[in-house]
């Protein structure tokens, strides 16, 4: 799924791409802090139900909140709740892989023919390309019928049957020549990873990242694990009529590229771990932030290996956004160690709600510096 960073009203049922949307501030409504701001200005210009930012910086936590985690009672954005963090949950799928690469039990730059012969018809794929989207391979979400959600809400699928769905079509370009972002190639990654290590994704994650971490509330669901776990913003879909609850559904359809349940807390944590060197020897860090210009709208975008970065009023950042059925967030890391989360309860989101996130995300990450 791929929301524009134009602003246009596309969904996203695995995440899409859409690290940024525009650094500039957004006119946020008068406020003094101007976290609360920018907040404010998705709510009540944007139209969002609500939005909530978690910074962390050393050890303090500040929570920031505006509009209403479930619009039927008002209720705010409960703190630290779940949601469905979309392609955030390429950071780790990534960071799996390259724990792979420093136990040398894979290899950047072989082609994913070594680890799953015959999956791909063009042999000369890399794993790198699989991370950087620079393989070529087409986006599967953009067959899905994301304009009739509900026929997604308890669909499911296997990993091989979404690889099928892009194969369908050709591919975009040769490998490596260019970039365009796909769910595609962390289907692929994540089926790499499972054969490789012999296990599901899913206890890999946990093994490998969360558990490590102290993450108790981030996971990777399996097949049937439809719940959002409490407590939680309501996660909003629009529809003709208003909004529809799209909290509970199946995300096996977004899987590797963006089937992730976390917490703002948590991921707060895991992207100070992961550019603090806590998860990745230095060889294997360094390649993570080997980037490329991502064709995003953006000047100064560029995009490594399962993390995006992008230029911010006092420095640069460094995480990923996410956007699935419901909720749309950004996350990661900015000047000097600061972390935040920003999320809003719904997606596919109104046309300007891209820019103002990440207004916010600048506004919690650079104001008071």
């Avoid at 799924?1 to 969904?11: E, Q």
């Avoid at 082609?111 to 950087?132: H, K, M």
């Avoid at 994704?201 to 558990?211: V, W």
């Avoid at 975008?301 to 950004?330: D, K, M, Q």
């Amino acid at each position: 799924m791929r929301k524009s960073l134009r602003g246009k009203r596309v969904a996203a049922v695995g995440t899409l791409v859409a690290l940024l949307a525009a650094t500039t501030a957004a006119p946020a409504l008068a406020a003094a802090d101007p976290v609360q701001g920018a907040l404010d200005t998705l709510t009540a210009q944007d139209g969002v139900p609500g939005a909530e930012a978690v910074v962390q910086d050393g050890s303090r936590t500040r929570v920031t909140r505006s509009g209403a985690g479930d619009f039927t009672t008002g209720r705010p954005f409960p703190r630290n709740g779940s949601f469905r963090a979309g392609s955030v949950t390429k950071s780790f799928v990534a960071t799996v892989v390259l724990q792979l690469a420093a136990e040398g039990r894979v290899q950047l730059d072989a082609p994913v023919e070594r680890y799953l012969p015959g999956l791909l018809p063009d042999r000369r794929i890399t794993v790198r390309q699989l991370l950087q989207h620079t393989s070529g391979l087409y986006n599967y979400t953009d067959d899905l019928p994301l304009n009739d959600p509900e026929t997604l809400r308890h669909r499911g699928a296997a990993p091989a049957e979404l690889v099928a769905m892009a194969l369908k079509h050709p591919a975009l370009f040769p490998p490596g020549t260019s970039w365009s972002y796909s769910n595609t190639n962390y289907i692929v990654a994540g089926m790499l990873a499972e054969r490789v290590t012999g296990h599901a994704l899913t206890d890999e994650i946990a093994r490998r990242i969360t558990r490590p971490l102290g993450l108790r509330d981030t996971y990777l669901p399996r097949r049937g694990d439809e719940e959002l776990p409490a407590p939680h913003a309501v996660g909003y879909v629009p529809t003709g009529g208003g909004l529809a609850d799209f909290s509970d559904y199946e995300t096996t359809m977004a899987w590797a590229a963006g089937g992730l349940v976390s917490t703002p807390a948590d991921l707060d944590r895991f992207y100070g771990a992961l550019l603090g060197g806590r998860l990745l020897r230095p060889a294997q860090l360094a390649e993570m932030r080997r980037t490329v210009p991502a064709n995003l709208g953006i000047p100064g975008a560029r995009y490594g290996l399962g993390l995006g970065s992008i230029p911010l009023s006092c420095g640069e950042f460094w995480g990923h956004e996410g956007g699935v059925l419901g909720f749309t967030n950004l996350a990661g890391v900015g000047p000097g160690g600061r972390r935040v989360t920003v999320v809003l309860n719904e997606n596919p989101t109104p046309a300007a709600a891209n820019e103002h996130m990440l207004a916010a995300t600048d506004a919690a990450l650079c104001s008071g510096r």
